[in-house]
């Protein structure tokens, strides 16, 4: 199933119904007078979030949203029915912009979070209400307001506990298949995670989790390099970054690629530097254990907290597992 994390979509609101020229007609009464209903209001539509949805795919596929008109006023002063509401469900982590000035208009960051995206047309006022002293019998009654008709953008920003970041090949998908019943394409070469993966983390001694595997990031991702730039707005919202790191390249290099990660987010956003994180290595079942140990401690003496696990071969799994579930206890997820 294609993942969609942006659409532009249309909206319009019901317009209300026209008030009612009526006059009471009952035997022995005389001059009854104006007894016109008013028309009904038009049914507005809303955005409402569900944790039901983890993409905007429904958008590809429909993008006009209109609700119900109101119903005209009748006689005996009988209002018009209210025109029925519509309301669309969008995933949680859901940003609604102007679609021309780009400005945001709701952040939908929790499920039953909503918002009013056109607001239905008032209903007219029936003659009735245009007696007078002067005037007993008006044939005059007002058309319903028109509804409200927009244009908006809506992008999804993933709401993750722990997302994983790395450069291509690091061994992501690996470990999110090992973490979770995620079922993530996994290959020998880059660029195999072309979009956002979720998977449920279960845990013995806590509630579960949500994991995020972010396409791999390459330098310069921050300005359009790459995959990793369209997507590094879903780990936004993550509570915790998994740095994973390809342990069996030789020297410096997966210090090196720490750093260029490190780069790139604080280019993006700086304030992700400054968010809780862990680092593991990955693939040190391509190392000697000796080595193992002296790259753990490069990676300490750089002020890392780091693990080190084999996603291929399980090794380290159980010991990243435990460390998850205390870090997110540690910041109240």
């Known amino acids: ?70 119903k005209p006023g009748m006689g005996r002063r009988k209002h018009g029915r209210k025109g029925g509401d519509r309301t669309v469900p969008v995933p949680v982590g859901s940003i609604i912009k102007d679609l021309e000035s780009g400005e945001v208009l709701a952040d939908l960051d929790h499920h039953g979070a909503r918002f009013l995206a056109a607001k239905g047309g008032a209903g007219g006022r029936g003659n009735v209400h245009y007696a007078t002293a002067q005037n007993r ?56 995670t072309l979009e956002p993966q979720l998977g449920v983390l ?13 396409p791999g990031l390459i330098e310069g991702a921050h300005q359009g390099f790459g995959l990793g730039h369209k997507f590094l707005r879903h780990i936004e919202r993550t509570r915790v970054l998994l740095h994973v790191i390809d342990a069996s390249l030789p020297d ?52 890392c907290e780091t693990l080190v696990a084999s996603a291929l071969t399980g090794e380290g799994i159980e010991e990243l597992k435990v460390r998850l579930g205390e870090i997110l206890d540690e910041i109240g997820v």
């Not at 028309?39 to 429909?62: C, H, I, M, N, P």
């Not at 040190?284 to 080595?291: P, Q, T, V």
Request: glycine share 10%.
């Open 137 to 192: 019998a008006p044939r005059q009654a007002s058309k319903g307001k028109t509804g409200d008709e927009f244009w908006y953008r809506i992008e999804l920003k993933l709401v993750a506990d722990v997302g994983f970041v790395g450069l291509p090949n690091a061994g992501k998908s690996t470990l999110l298949s090992r973490l979770s019943a995620a079922n993530p394409k996994i290959a020998s070469y880059p660029f195999t």
């Open 252 to 303: 410096d290099q997966p210090l090196e690629n720490y750093r260029i990660l490190q780069n790139e987010l604080n280019q993006y956003n700086d304030e992700l530097t400054g968010r809780r994180y862990l680092v593991l290595l990955n693939k040190i079942d391509l190392l000697a254990d000796e080595a193992a140990v002296a790259l753990r401690e490069k990676f300490r003496t750089a002020g």
């Open 202 to 214: 279960q845990f013995s001694f806590r509630e579960p989790c949500v994991l995020a595997d972010i």
């Open 1 to 70: 199933m294609a993942f969609v994390d942006e659409a532009k979509f249309y909206v319009k609101a019901g317009d209300g119904g026209n008030g009612c020229v009526s006059f009471r007609r009952e035997k022995f009464v005389p001059k009854g007078g104006p007894d016109g209903g008013d028309g009904g209001r038009g049914g507005s539509v809303y955005l409402e979030a569900s944790s039901d949805l983890t993409s905007l795919l429904d958008f590809k596929y429909r993008t006009h949203f209109k609700a119900d008109n109101g």
